[in-house]
């Protein structure tokens, strides 16, 4: 350990890494913590308001023959709610936690590119209000959150409501890309000296992971939506079989997407809980080779079984079988990392604090939407069960079991290091009971539905189907859910003025977050750690290595070699800057006007080429002497 | 009515085949998650016994048992898939030997929201059209050829059989082979627009020579009503509105863009199993279709009392 920086030097640290002040500081940070707080804060908004469109069509449900919603009405909810939880809530979410978090489990100062992740925010807050903005108008989509064509064509969807959505997916997958690049950047080459491969967290493993998939699955939806875009503005004809185009193939490239999505947003999740399981089994995670390895499993396997959202479709049975084993052999991986989690659990001397609860309750809720995708990974079965009410439950288990359940184990548990301040345990636990008993009442019974013939997306049923208790019986569970939820928030809310302060490391983590202080200071590190395990804030329980020479007048990061992470040089980090935000809104003007016409591909560019222009404008003086300097 | 629309209570080979695989995975799946439950009840009974969380972590314990335990834990995994994944090839199997059977042919095309559906006239050759009610011949296979004219749908009778699409621009074909009598009920499965909720049909498992009968019956051209309330009510029909997009045969009436109603009378719902069929159902469906079925493709007609009467009387006598 090396002497603390004098108290000049932390001075020059600090401002060379500080914000300006008020609005303009607002507009113009790069800083990795304020935009992911900015992310998640936009997410509990969109949680809360689909949350209530869930809400209002399980009245609508409640009983059978209600009139409350009109059909309109009612396929304008379940699409935005879709829509927002899917694209605007689930991936966006863990792409702010990897943006808070992975700096700070390598002991960075700052992302590989901080201006592109605060232009991923506006571009993400862009979606948002593309799809939010028209429904306050009363244009809202009305289509699913899958929008096929024919019914999303232009013979079909007249208007824009169509469009709104499918502009939507471009906003939100271009700023999910802008993300995923980033975060895969800084794993690869911003890891702490000591940090080889062998020594990266699970969670930084599933976070680069997860950015990877993002990379190779999301250009196929962009690919689609646009294609259904130009269907509609300038009649192309890809899926209008008249025209000899197909359908299918926008089933095909939805789900090359909308299969990995899924793990896309379980892989992160599955990070959360292999930090949370260590830190409180107070040993190392058993099984750490494992755990990583099925997840790169799952992602391999991910790009090989989108047809099984296709069953149905009448393709041929060779393909059917083949997609039936992909599918079930996810079982294989996820299976051992329950293991593993269960395993640390037993060999450790557990604390059961809120963190640990949430991830005994994923635990339970989770392996239930795994097993029951067993089922429909089965291409007979699943061609009774597919847009049924089972599915409806299949995958509520699946993101709310595997996804959002460990999400707020992990809020609370790193929400000591964002604010300074513990939640409160009573009313955690109260949160906890409320939201995986609300959603298990108002979720289980839907498998029983869905076998008993209800089918998916229809806004009323008659008395005589027999669906009208099982589905009473949900929506007060789903309510009871909600209300779960809303005391979760205002323990949040809460505790960040009245809860008890957490100093740096309340729980007495392995990683690195916990060596500096809660709340981190803008450029998180001093000096930079050296790591010598996977688990250094354990094994250094002395004090924590470092290295020096960073410079402190100016904004410098450290690039690593991708294997071993040794040092290669330090890298300028970017200063504040107001361009990320203007060349957003110069690709919205671009996007919202390719609604309307073809021609705003070409006058969007110039503001956009503008916009970038002012982004990359060297800053670098030009060199005097050496290599550089013969180039004059 | 409960239970006509339910894959729990198979009555078709495809259902019973696809129902006996549904139980034998509850029952491998059952087992595996209470095996996962107990790993949990174990650690908490451990660790609430020993009572004493550590304040100082362990660091990289042998793990020996553990190890033994995973690699156990990867192999029941493992048997439990494949006894899984057998089952399922088998069932699929089981289900595809019924196109090598001789089957009655029946085209089902799908409508924004209402079903199509036409059957080979033995006698003829021909198609005998009638809409929103299958009626099917008990303990034979019927190969169901699924069409489109609009959107995508999906054709789904759980108690008999597996769903399968409807898509534009393509014909899947799907076996059915019911295997008890009586009432069951079918519903698109795919979202297919504002109505999707409401379009569905009654289907009818017969023995064969009912079914000969009632198909013979629907090969024939409508009653000429004797009735002079019904020959009015014939006249409203037949002469107005309706005329222009439903078919009655042995009428001037020959529209094709909805249902044909040559023996509307016998079917058992309106509008896609939306109403359950009486004079009232279908004088109030005339009048306003758009209150009953909110954006229908069936516009409301303005009928003056008598008329309204008289024709929803000529209707029901289409048997």
Sequence with gaps: MTAPLTPEQADRLAVSWRDAPGLWGFLTTVDHKRIAARYILTVVLLMFLAGMLALDMRLQLAWPDMGRMTPQLYNESFSLHGSTMLFLVSVP??????????????????????????????????????????????????????????????????????????????????????????????????????????????????????????????????????????????????????????????????????????????????????????????????????????????????????????????????????????????????????????????????????????????????????????????????????????????????????????????????????TGRLMSERLGKLAFWLIVGGFNLGFFPMHLLGLMGMPRRVYTYSEG?????????????????????????????????????????????????????????????????VVDSLTPLWTQKEALQVMTGLAVERREVLVTSVIEATPEYRQKSPKPSIAPLFSALAVTILFIGSIFTPWALVWGAVPLAAALIAWFWPQRERATTGPLAVRR | MSGLQSALEPAGEQAAGIHGLFWLMMLVCGAMYLLVLGGVAWTLWRAFRRRRPASEPTIDPPDIGLNRGMLGWAGLIVVGLTVLITASFLVERNIAAARARDALEVRVTGHQWWWRIEYRDPRTGGWIETANELHLPLGRTTRVALGSADVIHSFWVPNIAQKLDVIPGRINLLDLTPTRPGWFRGQCAEFCGVQHAHMAFDVKVDAPEDFERWLAGQAKAAAIPADPVAARGQQVVTGGQCAMCHTIRGTPSTGRAGPDLTHFGSRRSVAAGTLTMSRGAVQGWIAQPQALKPGTMMPPVALSGPDADAASRYLMELQ
């Design chain 1, 465 to 529: 189907m027999g669906w009208g208790p099982l589905n009473l019986v949900a929506t007060l569970g789903s309510a009871i859910a909600v209300a779960g939820g809303l005391v979760f928030v205002a323990n949040a809310w809460w505790s960040r003025r009245h809860g008890a302060l957490a100093g740096p490391d309340p729980w007495g983590g392995s990683t690195l977050e916990w060596a500096v202080p809660s709340p981190p200071p803008q450029h998180n590190f001093d000096h930079l750690p």
């Design chain 1, 93 to 418: 979410v863990m792409e702010a936690m990897a943006i808070w978090l992975v700096p700070l489990m390598l002991g960075q100062r700052a992302l590989a590119f901080p201006r592109l992740a605060a232009f991923s925010y506006w571009l993400y807050l862009g979606g948002v209000l593309m799809l939010w903005v028209p429904h306050a108008v009363g244009i809202t989509p009305d289509l699913g959150w899958f929008e096929y064509p024919p019914l999303s064509g232009p013979g079909y969807a007249p208007g824009h409501r169509a469009d709104i959505w499918a502009q939507m997916i471009t906003f939100t997958e271009v700023a999910a890309l802008a993300a995923s690049v980033n975060v895969v950047a800084t794993v690869l080459k911003m890891r702490p000296p000591g940090m080889t491969l062998a020594r990266i967290p699970v969670f930084v493993w599933s976070q680069a992971i997860a950015g990877l998939m993002t990379i190779f699955s999301l250009p196929a939806v962009m690919l689609v939506t646009s294609m259904l875009i130009a269907d509609r503005l300038v009649s192309t004809q890809f899926f209008a079989p008249a025209a000899g185009g197909d359908p299918i193939l926008f089933q095909h490239l939805f789900w090359w997407f909308g299969h990995p999505e899924v793990y896309i947003i379980f892989l992160p999740a599955a990070g959360f809980v292999s930090m949370i399981v260590e830190t409180f089994s107070r040993r190392t995670l058993f099984g750490h080779v494992a755990v990583v390895l099925s997840m790169l499993g799952i992602a391999a396997l991910a790009f090989g079984l989108w047809v099984h959202h296709m069953f149905a479709v009448g393709l041929p049975r060779l393909g059917n079988d083949f997609y039936t084993a992909a599918s079930m052999a996810v079982a294989l991986p996820a299976g051992l990392q329950i293991f593993c989690w269960i395993a640390t659990l037993w060999s450790g001397r557990p604390r059961f604090d809120t963190p640990l609860l949430w991830v005994l309750g994923f635990i339970a809720t989770f392996v239930i939407g795994g097993l029951s995708g067993v089922m429909a990974a089965s291409a007979p079965l699943d061609q009774q069960i597919t847009d049924t009410y089972f599915i409806v439950a299949h995958f509520h288990y699946v993101l709310i079991g595997g996804a959002i359940l460990p999400l707020l184990g992990a809020f609370c548990y790193w929400y000591p290091k964002a």
